[in-house]
């Protein structure tokens, strides 16, 4: 016997770690992989996979159970993909993720933002305009009460009424 016939990789269990475990295709007995797990194996999002299986990069899939996809994983590293990606992969697309879903309220909220200010500055316009108003009315009223205030002295006369003396008062 050759050193790579005995030799036996360690049996690490990859289901204890979060990782998919492959099923096996009961036709050719190759480990497979329903898109989902194949994402999640490889650290990429689910669309990636769709799109590559659209592509025809997985030429040996099949439809499992219920129509779903199932990938060999001989496909999926004939394609490039790496199985057990660094979990740094999946921390990064949820910080993408993350900034993307804050980037969006970010945006939402800089609409509202805008659509107050733009009704803020259509009732300043108003409250300007009724200001003007006001101001006009008052120039008016001002005028009115002049012209009254002159009405009402023409008819006094400016000649004072000739005082007696305090101690003639009450005699005629």
């Known amino acids: 016997m ?4 005995r030799y036996e990789p360690p ?7 979060g990782v998919p475990t492959p099923q096996a295709d009961p036709a050719t007995n190759r480990p497979t992989l329903g898109i ?14 769709r799109r590559a299986n659209r592509k025809g990069l997985f030429p040996n899939a099949t439809k499992g159970a219920g129509g779903a996809v199932m990938i060999p ?3 999926l590293l004939a394609a490039g993909y790496r199985l057990h990606a660094p979990q740094a992969v999946a921390e990064a697309t949820k910080v993408i993720e993350d900034t993307t879903s ?4 970010a945006l939402a909220e800089m609409a509202e933002l805008k659509a107050e200010n733009r009704r803020l500055v259509a ?9 003007a108003e006001l101001k006009a009315e008052k120039a008016q009223l001002l005028d009115l ?4 205030l002159k009405a009402l002295n023409a008819g006094e006369t400016t ?4 005082s007696r003396p305090f101690w003639r008062r009450g005699r005629a």
Not at 36 to 49: F, R, S
Not at 123 to 131: F, T
Not at 159 to 162: G, I, K, L, S, T
């Open 11 to 17: 049996a690490a269990d990859p289901a204890a770690e």
């Open 102 to 105: 804050q980037a969006g309220q």
């Open 123 to 131: 009732d300043l316009a108003r409250i300007e305009a009724q200001v």
């Open 145 to 148: 009460m002049g012209l009254q």
């Open 73 to 75: 994983v001989t496909d």
């Open 159 to 162: 000649e004072r009424p000739q």
């Open 36 to 49: 989902k797990e194949a994402a999640k194996a490889c650290g990429v999002h689910e669309d990636t996979i």
């Open 2 to 5: 050759s050193d790579e016939e």
